[in-house]
């Protein structure tokens, strides 16, 4: 089911305002991250209907989904940092790998990328994370989810929503800001083994990012 861009997920007037307010984000990244991937997506394309009370794990998820919504939204409204969404994304996203079930923090992104407003707020943050934390966990979990982001079109082909394909030319207008960055983590990036300079895993995946983003400017012709 297309979820129409005009209309709000919820009415403001929506029973579960309680929940909202008493819910944390730390919670609400929890369940929506360990969500599996088909269920979140039922999830999402059922946000418009209401909630089935004798389902208590889409019950949950749903509610959960709204409330991230409502974070973000009024993050971009008080131009606030909406780090505590994208940093579980991120960190999510670094250890995937190992999960058995992964995709959540793409599923999540393109879904909210739908949203204009939400968008701008996301992907300014997103960036501003690695040019800003200096933090080598996140900006190597930050560089995955960049090149993963980039690379859409092979992992999001099967996905019904497709915010990520709409903005994508926003999206990497706004990662050539990070590039310098990036290129700093490539250059300083090494360590000493048996007398040998190797790269380090975070040079590595910055090199990574940087080469996809290049591609996927070249395939758009460096226009906007």
């Known amino acids: 089911m297309e979820i129409d861009q005009n209309k709000t997920i919820w009415n403001s007037n929506d029973t579960d305002s309680d929940s909202i307010v008493s819910a944390t984000v730390g919670r609400v990244m929890t369940t929506v991250l360990t969500a599996r991937p088909t269920k979140l997506i039922d999830s999402i394309s059922r946000l418009q209907s209401s909630?089935?009370?004798?389902n208590q794990l889409t019950l949950s998820l749903e509610i959960s989904l709204?409330?991230?919504?409502?974070?973000?939204?009024?993050?971009?409204?008080?131009?606030?940092?909406?780090?505590e969404i994208l940093i579980p994304i991120?960190?999510?996203?670094?250890?995937?790998?190992?999960?058995?079930?992964?995709?959540?923090?793409?599923i999540l992104l393109n879904w909210l990328f739908q949203d204009e407003v939400l968008f701008e707020v996301l992907i300014k943050n997103f960036c501003d994370i690695l040019l800003m934390k200096e933090d080598h966990h996140v900006a190597l979990g930050w560089c995955i989810l960049a090149r993963r982001l980039i690379d859409?079109?092979?992992?999001?082909?099967?996905?019904?929503?497709t915010?990520?394909?709409?903005?994508?030319?926003g999206f990497l207008q706004q990662l050539c800001i990070c590039s310098d960055h990036l290129l700093s983590l490539i250059k300083r990036g090494s360590t000493l083994q048996g007398g040998f300079e190797l790269p380090t895993r975070l040079s590595v995946a910055a090199a990574d990012c940087i080469i996809a983003l290049s591609v996927a400017l070249t395939k758009k012709g460096g226009r906007f």
Not at 66 to 80: M, N, P, S, Y
Not at 90 to 106: P, T
Not at 152 to 161: E, F, I, N, P, W
Request: glycine letters at 4%.
């Open 51 to 54: 909630p089935n009370p004798n």
């Open 152 to 161: 859409y079109d092979v992992t999001m082909s099967q996905l019904s929503v």
């Open 163 to 169: 915010g990520l394909k709409e903005r994508y030319s």
């Open 90 to 106: 991120i960190e999510h996203s670094l250890r995937s790998k190992d999960l058995k079930y992964k995709n959540q923090e793409m």
């Open 66 to 83: 709204r409330i991230l919504h409502k974070f973000v939204r009024d993050g971009a409204e008080t131009e606030q940092p909406v780090d």
